[in-house]
């Protein structure tokens, strides 16, 4: 159990840094773009085995692919409207409802499953990663008091747009330009504006609308069959 | 030596003061056949989950249940999750991963098996079901039959004692119901497994048991041998909504009074009837009518296809529909005829034909004003109307007239469920709920997909009542199902659908007696005596009016 | 823009996963599928040098034609263009190089910044093209077998939300069949009516997935899920060629990162382009690349030939 633990602090804290720091001494020319995708998966590592460690029971297991399986399922509903997405609100609600790490795990999960389905590329750890990390800062915020007011969703929501956006613009930045350039991220930044609004949009309406009835929906199954209940 | 003993087990779900298992004692033997039946609610479920320790509900327990000698929960969790198996109704929620031999490994990757074993316990399973051919198929593209082979094949792999089975086959379509039971059937003749099987469809499994055990209001109330059992349930009064689920040779000895040995088979109930009863020459009963103009629905040479390229699914149906009407449309799976349903409902649209509506094409009417008061489509599956908290909510969104709630309350009896949750719904409840949201547009046409899946032969016969009632007021009720049996007794005329349009068709009487495969139990067992008797009731009301032959009274 | 092409992509981008043209290279271990794209995705990203560009685009091109060529001409009909465009627009906006064709609002337009542009989206477009042929080599059950060696638990989790995705994908049609014969219609009326129908439909699907899962959940249970030191499946074998596959591929690997680590691989576009010089580093790089990135495309052939002389034998 400790050992696993340390595993984690050693990669976030040693590894990553290490990685960065051999990426950019020794190919000095700035390859970022392998190094950033490197970066993203192992950073990623640290839940995925604490979810491993934990050693999750069935009921667990299919809430969460429940959760991941309709906000890709929801993705290709609403593909009619483009940049109209549902997998932040729906990783969001889950982390809200049941814990950082449910919502992790079903940002982390709705990305990898929708690219095994409609195909990979470099851009699945990135999504994987950003995903994840907002399902996991919304189980934060969820643990607080600050979730139960409409304004706060719609500041989360549209904040969450952004940095979904802007974390997607990263990296095709950097794959452009081999290494970061403010004015090129900029640009990029500017011409992804209708998509960082959509996004943003899309979480707005999505935590507006759903919040209500997925939480409640989450809460009966979490009293009639207890689930999740050590959060 | 008795493989399951149970000593004075009862049991109490939390916060209920009636007893849902009350004193049952009960030994089921190595290598039994053991069919466990009962209306819903009567404690079988409860009774099959004590068996299952991982399944086992919380409540209250007192008495206990032995397996080899050994008390369910010294069991090792290793050899309770590997010794006894489980199947559950619904074919679809069991699966659990994507790829069948996926599924099939789950389980012994569970109890820790190596890959090596592994490899070789599932290609034996898999070639003894006949797998082999979907092994690396996607279990999504399974059909249900697949699926709940699936689901048996991935039990048999970790190679239990016990195989418990909570109403496998009423999901299924009845030629894969028949496959799966014959596979239990080898199972159990060819590997000796000891096998509990809960089913209300009793007609191919009653005989097939070594022991039957009735259950009601959570006791034991018959358990011996099928005609032994048989014979017990004369005791019941006649109304016991039990008997209802037996199979029609049963019902008829039951009903006509006899004490002889009771017929178990259409086999035995032909001879039966032949021993006792005289051939009579009985002329239809109604002379056979085609619908009158005006139709309320008439649809002529309608095409359809899902892709542009794809093959016809619908083949230039013909279709019309008087009003009042109650029609049943038959046929296999595949043939279309759900697809026609869609068509009728203006769900799809056909490529090629005419589909009038009251004598208006369909496709001039706006969605607003065709599903507001003309048509109304109950789904296979209720739960895709449920959206709510509780019931009477989900009347309340609907409208927002109290009194047409209350009628359509009334009418489906439905007032003790109204605070419920939809999903803390037995099925039935769950149709009786949909029914009602769809009944309070106040459509003059309704369109049944399958209604009858999965009910009980007491709710199919409260569902009966339901829908003459509204046929009654005038309802035009259009039925696709595959219950030949629900058919014969309640509508009034029959339609065989096949590879994409309706081949025959007429009232039921005439219809089915006209069918030689095709046909209701109760018309196979008779028609070498009385040509024209489909339903059990018209045999014994034919029955009565001669003195049988060769009394025993 | 640049965003634009993440999403637009993924429905572009190949669907089916199982290609039965391709048998041999197929077949091989995920673990020699993985190993490979790693090390050619990662050299392609790494590489600026024109010519190991060169030689990776038209690996990838080979490979995905033979692969899928209908998907390849898909996704090349339309990333093309957008490519090209991409690369004139690099000169707009850097303005560093010294040889300098014009000015445009006084700035100046350089050779090396359109080259530089155009190196770029050959870069992009052979990564893209490796991930066609990776999606297809990767099936699934590939990926997740991978997957279960790093976390078990989160495989298992993946395998259990690709069995439901298809099944929620069409619950979705059935629900909104059955919405719309009550009276909500997802497919027509105003856009916010539609958005609301659609919520409505999802929340039905959210409701009767969390309550059909508990059935699920008890399937698992039944079937000793939870029991200790549990063991993981899987049909691959790793039998001598899959090692000859990994040692060629580790070897041609390593080699290049000692060379890059060299600097033999270096290339500079700005302030002006670097001197390619024909010596040996040079021939070495190219020609242990050239071996690397096409190791499927030599299987592919070998095992062409291999049935046609079987086929003539017989």
Not at chain 1, 8 to 19: A, D, E, G, K, Q
Not at chain 2, 212 to 241: E, F
Not at chain 3, 109 to 117: D, H, L, N, P, R
Not at chain 3, 192 to 200: F, I, N
Request: contains cysteine; neutral net charge; hydrophobic residues 45%.
């Amino acid at each position: 159990m400790k050992k696993k633990q340390l595993l984690s602090l050693i990669l976030l804290f040693i590894v990553i840094p290490l990685i960065l720091i051999v990426g950019v001494t020794l190919f000095n020319d700035g390859k970022y773009t392998i190094i950033s995708i490197i970066v993203v998966l192992i950073a990623c590592i640290p839940f995925f085995l604490s979810f491993e460690r934990r050693k999750p029971n069935a009921r667990e297991i299919l809430v969460i692919a429940v959760m991941s399986a309709i906000s890709v399922a929801g993705r290709a509903a609403f593909a009619w409207l483009p940049g109209f997405k549902p997998v932040t609100a729906f990783a969001a609600i889950t982390g809200f409802k049941l814990g950082p790490e449910a919502g992790f795990l079903t940002g982390a999960v709705s990305a990898i499953t929708s690219n095994i389905l409609f195909g990979q590329g470099p851009w699945t750890p990135f999504q994987m990663f950003t995903w994840g990390i907002l399902g996991y800062a919304a189980g934060l915020l969820g643990k607080t008091f600050l979730m139960n007011y409409k304004a706060t969703l719609i500041v989360y929501g549209i904040i969450a747009g952004v940095l979904f956006s802007l974390i997607m613009d990263i990296w095709t930045v950097m794959s452009y330009d081999g290494s970061f350039n403010w004015t090129r991220y900029f640009a990029a930044a500017g011409t992804a504006l209708p998509f960082t609004f959509m996004y943003a949009l899309s979480n707005v309406v999505f935590l507006l609308l759903m919040y209500k009835p997925i939480g409640d929906k989450l809460e009966r199954i979490k009293v009639k069959y207890g689930i999740m209940q050590h959060h | 030596m008795a493989l399951i003993k149970i000593n004075n087990l009862s049991f109490h779900y939390p916060q209920q003061r009636i007893a849902s298992l009350d004193t049952i004692n009960l030994q089921i033997e190595q290598g039994e056949f053991v069919v466990l039946c009962g209306t819903s609610g009567c404690g079988k479920s409860t009774l099959l989950k004590q068996l299952k320790r991982e399944l086992t509900p919380h409540g209250e327990i007192s008495g206990d249940i032995l397996f080899n000698d050994i008390p369910l929960a010294d069991l090792s969790p290793r050899q309770a999750a590997s010794a006894i198996g489980y199947v559950l109704q619904n074919p679809e929620n069991q699966i659990v991963t994507d790829q069948v031999w996926h599924e099939l490994a789950f389980g012994l990757e569970n109890l820790g098996v190596d890959s090596m074993t592994i490899r070789r316990r599932v290609a034996e399973m898999a070639s003894f079901f006949g797998i082999q051919n979907w092994f690396r198929k996607n279990t999504m593209d399974l059909s249900g039959g697949q699926k709940q082979l699936l689901n048996l094949a991935s039990i048999m792999v970790m190679q239990p004692e016990l195989l418990i089975l909570d109403e496998p086959t009423s999901q299924l379509d009845p030629i894969a119901a028949s496959e799966f039971i014959a596979i239990l059937h080898k199972l159990n003749k060819e590997l000796g497994l000891t096998i509990v099987l809960v089913e209300h469809r009793l007609e191919e499994v009653y005989p097939l048991a070594d022991r039957v055990i009735i259950m009601d209001q959570g006791r034991i109330i018959a358990n011996d041998t099928p005609s032994k059992a048989a014979a017990a349930l004369k005791q019941l009064s006649v109304h016991h909504p039990m008997l209802l689920g037996l199979p029609t040779s049963i019902r008829l000895h039951h009903t006509l009074g006899h004490n002889d040995e009771v017929p178990l088979t259409i086999r035995q109930g032909a001879q039966w009837l032949s021993q006792h009863y005289e051939a009579v020459d009985v002329l239809p009963i109604e002379v056979e009518k085609q619908p009158q103009e005006p139709f309320v629905i008439n649809a002529e040479d309608v095409w359809f296809r899902y892709d542009k390229n794809g093959e016809d699914i619908v083949r230039g149906l013909q279709l019309q529909v008087a009003e009042g009407e109650f029609l049943s449309i038959l046929g296999g799976n595949g043939t279309g005829k759900s697809t026609s349903l869609n068509l009728l409902s203006g769900l799809l649209k056909a490529h090629r034909g005419r589909i009038k509506l009251f004598g208006k094409a369909l496709k001039t009417y706006r969605a607003t004003e065709l599903y507001n008061g003309l048509i109304a489509l109950l789904p296979q599956d209720p739960t895709t109307l449920l959206v709510e908290k509780t019931v009477a909510l989900e009347f309340q969104q609907m409208t927002n007239q109290t009194e047409d709630i209350k009628q359509v309350v009334e009418l489906l009896q439905i007032e003790h469920l109204l605070t419920a949750h939809p999903y803390d719904l037995s099925g039935g409840e769950q149709q009786k709920v949909a029914l009602g949201k769809v009944l309070l547009k106040k459509p003059k046409i309704l369109l049944l997909d399958e209604p009858t899946k999965g009910l009980d032969g007491y709710s199919k016969k409260i569902l009966a009542a339901i829908l003459y009632d509204l046929q009654q007021h005038g309802t035009t009720i259009i039925m696709v199902t595959h219950d030949i049996e629900f058919s014969a007794a309640y509508c009034s005329r029959c339609a065989m659908f096949f590879d994409g349009q309706i081949v025959s068709e007429a009232e039921p009487v005439t219809f089915y007696s006209g069918n030689h495969f095709y046909t209701t139990a109760a018309h196979r067992m008779s028609r070498h005596l009385f040509t024209h008797t489909v339903t059990m009731e018209q045999i014994a009301a034919l029955c009565n009016t001669q003195h049988h032959v060769g009394v025993h009274r | 823009m640049a965003t634009a092409f993440h999403y637009s992509t993924v429905s572009m981008l190949v669907r089916t996963l199982v290609g039965d043209e391709m048998k041999s290279f197929y077949d091989y271990h995920p673990f020699v599928i993985f190993l490979y794209f790693f090390a050619v995705i990662g050299l392609t990203m790494f590489y600026m040098q024109p010519v190991l560009l060169i030689i990776s685009f038209s690996a990838s091109i080979i490979l995905a034609l033979f692969i899928d060529q209908t998907a390849f001409f898909k996704t090349a009909k339309w990333l093309v263009p957008f490519m090209f465009i991409a690369a004139l627009i690099n000169p707009l906006m850097t303005h560093d190089g010294e040889l300098i064709i014009l000015y445009v609002n006084h700035r100046p337009i350089t050779v090396e910044a359109i080259v530089f542009g155009f190196a770029m989206s050959i870069m992009l477009l052979a990564v893209i093209f490796w991930f066609t042929s990776f999606n297809k080599l990767m099936s699934s059950d590939k990926f997740l077998y991978l997957f279960g060696k790093i976390s078990p638990a989160v495989a298992l989790l993946i395998s259990v939300t690709m069995r439901l995705i298809p099944r929620f994908i069409h619950q979705i049609t059935v629900i909104a069949h059955a919405q719309k014969t009550i009276g909500m219609d997802a497919t027509s009326g105003s856009l916010w009516q539609r958005l609301r129908s659609l919520m409505r439909i999802i929340s039905i699907l959210i409701s009767w997935a969390l309550e059909n899962a508990i059935e699920t959940a008890d399937s698992m249970k039944a079937r000793g899920y939870g029991l200790k030191n549990r063991t993981t499946f899987h049909l691959f074998k790793f039998d001598r060629y899959d090692g000859i596959v990994t040692a060629c591929i580790s070897v041609l690997f390593l080699m290049q990162v000692m060379m890059s680590y060299l600097n033999w691989t270096h290339f500079d576009y700005y302030p002006t382009f670097t001197a390619i010089e024909l010596n040996t580093p040079t021939i070495l790089v190219v020609i242990s690349y050239t071996i690397l990135v096409c190791i499927p495309i030599i299987i592919e052939i070998q095992e062409a030939l291999k049935w046609r002389s079987l086929k003539s034998t017989t």
